[in-house]
């Protein structure tokens, strides 16, 4: 069987599968789109994935149904599983994995001061997204998914109804309602992907009014009642691949099975087109129209975009066999009194029920017949417990699931046995290993998610969007982020290792260590002891070198990053016509700022009345500096005028209050 699953999966590049096109006409398409969406169904509930067994099976076993029949207590309830150390095992490894979400990363185009302004931002704004639209918890249960269905799936939307101007959602999809083209290489774009949604009669008529017709045939409506119209139907959103011309194109449609119907046809609408290939790639983010799906796969052997198995079933068979011994262990225990024979014609069963379940206080009179002595009535046959072996497999089975799922007593928070912390410690550290390869499928995960929102903003927004970010010092940031604006030659990807928890303790221990052997800098050593994190190691080493060489010019960096920082906030407010925040003071470094963004492309493609502005706000700004500079150099001036005040009013009073003259100061003479 494994040989001639992998010769299949090799093979599949010399098939042949219809090609897309949207000149189709329907009924071509509808075939196409049907027969396909059925052939990839069933390669798919076929061995190795069995998606359809496993998504009902599987689930059982994580709800604790697990036993058929089950185990019948004394109180008559019936348990179906004898303690679900699958689930429990899963959990702790979903805790470890989900602690965090996975941060984006923005590496500017170039090192000019906009470009990494705007991949700062831009990281930022993407982060604070993720927050608004519940990326921990979607993620999340994509985890869990990934673990018991042994696929998961993140979908991104544009929603004309989000905000004022409409906005992106991220939607969690139960794996059961994606379809993926049987042909999907590991890590490759799928060239096609169903997704099944539900929707009433009537729902579907007013989404696709030019088929109100044909639905309604498809349908079965004739009157259109309201039993009729409320019916909820069953169709597929299709994303899908085709070629024209040559070039490869994208495609969405959406296909109803029942009546065999194409509800709708169009372009992706995920990209920004020119009618020039050459310069779509240019100003969109990625090289093609995307998909709106984010694909998870951990337990993969390459050979296909999903995978052949998961933690799930890798450890079900062990609970399987350990509900069989805790069976036995339980029902032996039950059965631990023995068992009793009566006599049947001196005593019915009834009575003797009744006696042993009030044994402590009833008596049961019997009177044994002719000849016969009580023995002769009732007799006991005692219990042979179960020997101590069955009780050692239990626990070696329970162990084993945990092993299996790679999680230790300590890793879960039960009760540890070691003497040291420290052996509790790297305990837990070893068991994190075994789930870094889960966080990195996750962070893989999370890095397509941020890349498909780069080109979903570039696409979608056409106005401004406006994000408030809290930085680590707990001021908040304005950040305005327009898809016209947006630098496409950016590098997106994700934080390493941002998924797994963060160990603060850790890092405080290590900048202590590092700044007892003066191998940090001030500013990296106290963000790592307030936030409790270290920026990279290139910025500690050129910080450090930065502060022991030339001190005054690290406290200067630091206070010009902040300087640029509001300037380019502000410039945003202005190009929005919006009225930017007053400041305290506009120094030397805010002034440069705006001047060097003047300077620039942007301004020059500004509209006419946002350049004026711009030069508005600037003048402002300068007056403002300037004014602050001069009453600087001039605050002993109006102490001195005050003082002379006081000395005429004191004068007019008392003519003789004028002090006395003071006599010239000395004059060195020169030896001659």
Not at 367 to 375: L, R, S, T, Y
Not at 460 to 477: L, P, R
Not at 622 to 628: E, V, Y
């Amino acid at each position: 069987m494994d040989n001639q699953y992998f010769s299949q999966a090799t093979d599949t590049i010399d098939e042949q599968y219809p090609v897309f096109d949207l000149k189709l006409k329907d009924d071509q398409l509808v075939r196409m789109v049907g027969d396909t969406m059925q052939e990839s169904q069933e390669h798919w509930n076929k061995w190795p994935y069995n998606f359809a067994e496993i998504d009902e099976q599987n689930i059982k076993y994580w709800l604790g149904d697990q036993m058929g029949e089950g185990y019948r207590a004394a109180s008559g309830k019936v348990i179906k599983n004898m303690g679900n150390r699958l689930q429990t095992s899963a959990r702790a490894v979903l805790a470890y994995v989900n602690a965090r979400v996975a941060n984006p990363e923005v590496s500017p185009s170039s090192s000019r001061g906009e470009a990494q302004l705007f991949a700062k931002d831009m990281a930022d704004a993407m982060r604070q997204h993720s927050i608004d639209n519940d990326l921990e918890e979607k993620a999340g249960k994509c985890a869990q998914s990934l673990l018991i269905q042994k696929r998961a799936f993140l979908k991104q939307r544009f929603d004309p109804l989000a905000g004022p101007h409409g906005d992106i959602v991220l939607d969690y999809v139960p794996p059961e309602d994606i379809v993926i083209d049987k042909n999907t290489p590991w890590g490759g774009e799928p060239p096609r992907i169903w997704h099944k949604q539900e929707a009433t009669a009537e729902e579907l008529c007013m989404k696709f009014p030019d088929k109100d017709k044909d639905i309604k045939l498809a349908l079965g409506i004739q009157r259109g009642t309201y039993s009729q119209m409320s019916r909820r139907e069953t169709y597929y959103e299709v994303w899908f691949t085709y070629y024209e011309k040559g070039f490869q194109r994208e495609g969405l449609c959406w296909y109803m099975p029942k009546g065999r119907l194409v509800l709708g046809k169009m372009q992706n609408p995920n990209y920004v087109y020119t009618g020039d290939d050459a310069q779509d790639r240019i100003i969109n983010f990625l090289p093609f129209p995307p998909k709106p799906f984010i694909i998870f796969s951990y337990m993969n052997t390459g050979k296909s975009a999903l995978d052949e198995t998961s933690l799930f079933d890798q450890n079900k068979s062990i609970q399987d066999l350990y509900n069989t011994r805790r069976k036995q262990i339980f029902t032996s225990n039950d059965n631990m009194g023995g068992r009793h024979i009566v006599n049947s014609d001196v005593i019915n069963e009834e009575d003797v029920i009744k006696f042993f379940k009030r044994l402590d206080k009833g008596v049961l009179s019997v009177k044994p017949g002719q000849g016969q002595n009580i023995n002769d009535v009732y007799s006991h046959v005692p219990h042979n417990p179960l020997p101590a072996q069955s009780y050692d497999e239990a626990i070696d089975l329970r162990n084993e699931i945990d092993t299996g799922m790679g999680t230790p007593n300590i890793f879960r928070g039960d009760q540890s046995k070691n003497n040291t912390l420290g052996q509790d410690e790297r305990i837990i550290e070893q068991a994190g290993a075994l789930q870094d390869d889960l966080a990195r499928a996750i962070d893989k995960a999370m890095q397509r998610h941020y890349r498909l929102l780069f080109q979903m903003i570039k696409v979608y927004y056409t106005e401004d969007h406006w994000f408030t970010i809290k930085s680590d010092t707990g001021a908040y940031d304005h950040i305005v982020i327009n898809g016209e604006t947006m630098d496409t030659n950016a590098k997106v990807s994700v934080e390493a290792g941002s998924t797994l928890p963060a160990n603060k303790k850790e890092v405080r221990d290590i900048a202590v260590e590092a700044a007892g052997a003066n191998k940090i800098d001030d500013l990296s050593f106290w963000e790592a002891v307030i936030y409790g994190k270290l920026p990279d190691p290139e910025t500690i080493v050129q910080r450090l070198q930065k502060q022991i060489n030339d001190p005054a010019a690290f406290m200067a960096e630091v206070a010009k990053e902040i300087a640029s920082r509001d300037a380019m906030v502000d410039i945003s407010l202005v190009i929005a016509d919006k009225a930017p925040p007053e400041r305290d003071e506009y120094d030397a470094d805010y002034l440069t700022s705006f001047n060097t963004f003047m300077m620039g492309n942007r301004f020059l493609q500004l509209p006419p009345e946002a350049q004026e502005r711009i030069k508005i706000h600037l003048a402002a700004a300068g007056a403002m500096a300037a004014r602050t500079a001069n009453l600087g150099m001039t605050q002993e001036e109006p102490q001195a005028g005050m003082q002379g005040a006081l000395m005429d009013e004191q004068l007019a009073q008392d003519p003789e209050a004028m002090p006395p003259e003071q006599a010239p100061p000395p004059v060195a003479q020169t030896a001659i």
